[in-house]
Each structure stands twice: as C-alpha cells, then as structure tokens.
C-alpha cells in the first residue's frame, strides 16, 4: 500500500460512514416521499449502488475500499492484508457505520440514537445473507482476477441486484448490520436479530473464498516424460 496505515484507516471509516449515511438516509427519504414499500425500497436501492461506485472509485486506491469487515476478513485470509490491521480496519468500519447513522439522522432532524424494532430473523433471511454475501465476495474476487478496472461497477450493480432478488435486501455487511441497528427507520434491524445477521455473512464470505481459490486454481499442465521399457 502506498499509503500509510492511518490513512488507510481513516478511508475505510470515511467510506463506511458514507455508505451507511446513504443506506438509511435514502431510506428515510424514501419512506417519507411515499407510502409504496416497493418505491421505498427502489428509493433506497438505486442510491446505495451509486455511492458505491463513488466510493469504490474514490477511496480504493487508499485503502483498497473493504467497508466490510466480511471483505477484509477474506483478505486476511488470503494474506493480503495483515491481520492486525485487520482487526483495525473492522474496528474502523463499524465505528464508521454507526457515525454514518447519526449522521443520516441528523440530516433529517430525527433523535441522533435510536434503537430499531423492524424484525429481520427466520432462516429465510439468514439464507439470504448467506447468498449475498457469497455473491459479493465472488463479485470481487473474479473481478479482480479478470476485470480489476470494473470493480466499482461490479460491485454496485451487484449490491442493486441483491436489493431485489434477496428476501433480507442484501445487507451482505456485518458493520452495515450494526450500524442499521441504531437506526428506528425503514432501513433499520432489530438488535436481537444483527449476531445471526453477522454469522450468516461470514459463512457466505467463507464459502465464496473457497470456492473462488478452487475455481481460480492454476492448473499444472506440466508433463512427466514416459519412459518406455527398453528404450533408454
């Protein structure tokens, strides 16, 4: 990395705290302009993806742009990020998420702190956060791999698509989920029901950085010489 650490710190908190401020203020806005919850959520998806490709676009030359602790994990595990600072860009993430939801809610005249009671359980929704955040790390992984230029886009199109075609709208994020966790608006999640959020989004980061590493593996296309009996 070009940059030193605490910059790249300091970009991994910016960037959270920007989605996030977009993730629920976009919902609250959504929510206020109309009583349609497919509108709201369309509303809240079309921003979420743009700030994605901006921020992408913007703060990965810094700090390679993780704003997931999900991400950074795989990273980690991949050793292309040590695990110290690791542990400090995940501490960064959350710490930026949350100010991202006050930030969203001071926007919009509403308490600063707040505690959500929008209930997001059954194992429906843990599938999905399953799912979405395989397909994320996928996303990023063949991206890097075959269209490293592309990622923001990638990555934003994709986090559109989830919106839609998962039951839980794709939160795909552990600091996302506890950030939204103090939020009481239309993009919040009950407290209670972020752990199981969380477990769901490892499981899925695991299993897409396993099977990326297997569908990515370099093929030993070297041969040994036969030797035929008698011919030496």
Known sequence: MAFDLNRRLTAEALGTAILVATVVGSGIMADRLSN?????????????????????????????????????????ARREIEATAAALYALAQVLGGIAGTLIAHAMFDLPLVQVSETVRTGTGQWTAETVATFGLVLTILTGLRFRADAIPWLVGLYITAAYWFTASTSFANPAVAVARAFSKTFSGIRPADVPAFVVAEIFGALIATAVVGWMLAERNTSTSPITVKGTE
């Open 36 to 76: 349609d919850v497919a509108v709201s959520l369309l509303g809240n998806t079309i921003p979420t993806g743009a700030i994605l490709v901006v921020l992408i676009s913007t703060l990965g030359p810094i700090s390679g742009a993780h704003f997931n602790p999900a991400v950074t994990m795989v990273f980690a």
